[in-house]
Every structure is written in structure tokens, then in C-alpha cells.
């Protein structure tokens, strides 16, 4: 079965310090990889997606990059976090098929001092 | 771009009572995804429901089901016999055909249960 796994869950950083968050999946190969940022009390907003090593879709202008080094790793990063960069991440996965669905991770809260 | 809004931000209903949230959503494409995600206080988000825009059926899973008016662009969530269990924020979620497509979210609607 494909499991996806968030590091770390809870992250506490000053403004100014880079950033490095990680996502990895298990059990399927080429998968289509999302990052997506929750602000306290509100909903998700898309920040990249993936669909291949090397391949990143930005979705919104920022301060956050994303990189995929390995087919089931994808990373989200910054060189100098902002207050703003605080909130809830979540990785999700989906597979080949039109009609999948996206499969989420649990989560990174970052906070940021 | 697409939106999605939930006028909703908070409900009540009582223990085996049925609910309903509202969603409504605005796109100009024909053929498209909506989902219903839930979120407890854990924050794993997990698939309610989904709805392929070209069915008219209305999808149902168990207690779980929709009223999808196409032309109105309105997907509503009705949850019979409401447990404890489904306190969570739910939110309603819009996707396009696109395989590579992120999904479009509501800012939810947080559900009590009274028991």
C-alpha cells in the first residue's frame, strides 16, 4: 500500500533562517507531488506541483522553492523564512488516472519568530 | 481561475441528526472534480466524497451525500445520523480534468456535534 510520509511534523524557526521541508511517498512510482500551505483557521492554497525528478509548477509568486531530486521526494524550501511563511504544509500525491484523488500527508506545522 | 466558497464557517447539530453545508464554486470549465475533505483536530485530511461533473447522479458514501446542481454551481454535503466522530472542518474542494491539476479549496466550514 502507498503511504506518505512529512518531516518534520512541528518546526519552530527565526525570521531570516533557510528552510528545508520533506516529503517522500511509498508504494507507487511517478507520482504527481503537491505542496500546499494552511493558514491558521483557513483552507488550502496550492504552492507548487510536480509531475516529474526535476519538473516544479509554482503556483503562486513567493518566498518558497521546491525541488524534486528523487521520483518520490519532493522538497519544499526557502533561504530566508518571513513571518508570513508561518502555517500548516501538507505533501499530497496523486496517481496516473484522471480521476484520482489526492492522497495527503500529515503535515508540517512551521512556525515562525 | 476557479473559486471555491463556503458561506458556512461554522455549524451545530445534534447527535443523529442530519446537517448539510453549503458550497457553491465558480469556473468556466465543463467537466471537473469536486471533493469533500474532512479535517479533525489531528489536521490529516481525508477524502469524504467525490463527484465527477459529468454524472448526474449524485455520489453517496454511507451516511455521506451530495446534492450537485450543475447549472446553479452548487455542491452541498448532507451528513445523516451525525456521530461525534464527524466534528472535524470540512471543506469542499474543486479540481479540473487535468491530470497534473492541484485542487481548489473553500476556507471550510467547522461542524459540532452535540451530543
Known amino acids: 500500500s502507498q503511504t506518505i510520509h512529512q518531516w518534520p511534523a512541528t518546526l519552530v524557526q527565526p525570521v531570516g533562517s533557510p528552510l528545508s521541508l520533506e516529503c517522500t511517498v511509498e508504494?507507487?512510482?511517478?507520482?504527481?507531488l503537491y505542496w500546499y500551505r494552511q493558514a491558521a483557521g483557513r483552507g488550502l492554497q496550492l504552492l507548487f506541483y510536480?509531475?516529474?525528478?526535476?519538473?516544479i509548477s509554482s503556483e503562486v509568486p513567493q518566498n518558497l522553492s521546491a525541488s524534486r531530486p528523487q521520483d518520490r521526494q519532493f522538497i519544499l524550501s526557502s533561504k530566508k523564512l518571513l513571518l508570513s511563511d508561518s502555517g500548516f504544509y501538507l505533501c499530497?500525491?496523486?496517481?496516473?488516472?484522471?480521476?484520482?484523488?489526492?492522497?495527503f500527508g500529515p503535515g508540517t506545522r512551521l512556525t515562525v519568530l | 481561475a476557479q473559486t471555491v466558497t463556503q458561506s458556512q464557517p461554522e455549524m451545530s447539530v445534534q447527535e443523529a441528526e442530519t446537517v448539510t453545508l453549503s458550497c457553491t464554486y465558480d469556473?468556466?470549465?465543463?467537466?471537473?472534480?469536486l471533493f469533500w475533505y474532512k479535517q479533525p483536530p489531528s489536521r490529516q485530511m481525508i477524502l469524504v466524497i467525490r463527484?465527477?461533473?459529468?454524472?448526474?447522479q449524485n455520489a453517496t458514501e454511507n451516511r455521506f451525500s451530495v446534492n450537485f446542481q450543475k447549472a446553479a454551481k452548487s455542491f452541498s454535503l448532507k451528513i445523516s445520523d451525525s456521530q461525534l466522530g464527524d466534528a472535524a472542518m470540512y471543506f469542499c474542494?474543486?479540481?479540473?480534468?487535468?491530470?497534473?491539476?492541484?485542487?481548489?479549496f473553500g476556507e471550510g466550514t467547522q461542524l459540532t456535534v452535540n451530543p
Open positions: 499530497a500525491w496523486s496517481g496516473g488516472t484522471v480521476n484520482n484523488e489526492q492522497f
Open positions: 508504494g507507487t512510482s511517478n507520482p504527481n
Open positions: 510536480s509531475v516529474g525528478i526535476g519538473q
Open positions: 469556473t468556466s470549465e465543463s467537466d471537473y472534480y
Open positions: 463527484q465527477e461533473a459529468y454524472k448526474q
Open positions: 474542494a474543486y479540481r479540473s480534468v487535468s491530470v497534473i491539476s492541484g485542487l481548489t
